[in-house]
């Protein structure tokens, strides 16, 4: 057969293999010339029952979800995760799942149990023999933790993909930085996580689910997100939200003059739990700021 420029085309020896138009004979497959546009794309052969094409395999592929903290938003997003059969690691920076909301424990929340788990959640847990909380109860912080989380991070989709004691200290792109942009999107994440030990590990991610919350990272007490004049000096007298008055830190404030700043449910918590505290602890005094 001649080709174009009436050239007889050169038969094809019965042992090379396949070209890429021929794709095992059924359908047409990736050229080289398209496998070149990503050289760090992959092609295979793939056989179906529909017969056999071209899969192609990005840089991306295979790379893990990356979820940042196992509070009740990170394991939420793990369970939906885990639910669609996708790759993924939870990273938390506290010793256990819900470190952050353990240290609010005390706080009974405002919102009752039936708005407080996530419906791919449940459907982990009841597997398990779990039973759901009385919906119209509102728990305490340590019961979200100790009858909801803590369950939920040993159900088998999840155990195993839940890393403690492990703090995001950076997200960013593989091979790329603030001088080299040129194909930013089909990179890689990396995310550099350090262990309790200093260990440092970086993580190849496909995408990065923020879940870390604000926690421990307060507002500073000035205006437009600016710390008062002597804050940073006065450090080791400001307490963070909602501390436990009237158990673990009671000693701190017993007797004491205590000005609180802020006018949300923290603060209200707060104020109450002082004023209680006033009618035992003679001295105790409290003063309330807001903007």
Not at 187 to 199: K, Y
Not at 214 to 239: F, V, Y
Request: glycine share 12%; with cysteine; net charge negative.
């Amino acid at each position: 057969m001649n080709d174009e420029t009436g050239r007889p085309e050169p038969e094809a020896s019965p042992d090379a293999p396949a070209s890429a138009s021929s794709c095992c004979g059924v359908s047409a497959c990736c050229t080289d010339a398209e496998q070149a546009v990503d050289p760090g794309a992959t092609v295979q052969q793939a056989k179906t029952d529909a017969g056999c094409g071209c899969v192609e395999q990005g840089p991306l592929d295979g790379l893990p979800v990356v979820v940042i903290g196992a509070g009740p938003v990170g394991l939420a997003a793990a369970a939906h995760l885990a639910e669609r059969d996708q790759d993924f690691l939870v990273l938390e920076a506290g010793g256990e799942v819900g470190a952050a909301v353990s240290e609010w424990g005390h706080v009974r929340l405002f919102s009752p149990w039936r708005y407080d788990t996530d419906a791919a959640a449940r459907r982990l847990l009841e597997p398990t023999g779990w039973r759901p909380p009385d919906p119209e109860a509102l728990p305490t912080g340590a019961e979200l933790v100790r009858d909801y989380l803590a369950p939920l991070a040993k159900v088998p989709a999840l155990a195993g993909r839940i890393r403690t004691g492990s703090r995001v200290v950076a997200v960013t792109r593989q091979g790329v930085d603030v001088t080299r942009t040129v194909g930013r999107e089909e990179r890689p994440l990396l995310v550099r996580a350090v262990g309790p030990d200093g260990a440092v590990d970086d993580i190849a991610a496909r995408a990065v689910i923020d879940a870390s919350g604000t926690w421990g990272r307060g507002n500073p007490l000035g205006h437009s997100g600016l710390p008062a004049p002597g804050e940073d000096e006065a450090a080791a007298r400001i307490t963070g939200p909602l501390p436990d008055v009237l158990g673990r830190d009671r000693s701190r404030f017993s007797g004491r003059r205590t000005l609180v700043v802020g006018m949300g449910h923290s603060a209200a918590n707060t104020l109450l739990a002082l004023a209680e505290l006033a009618k035992n602890e003679p001295g105790t005094r409290v003063t309330w700021a807001v903007r």
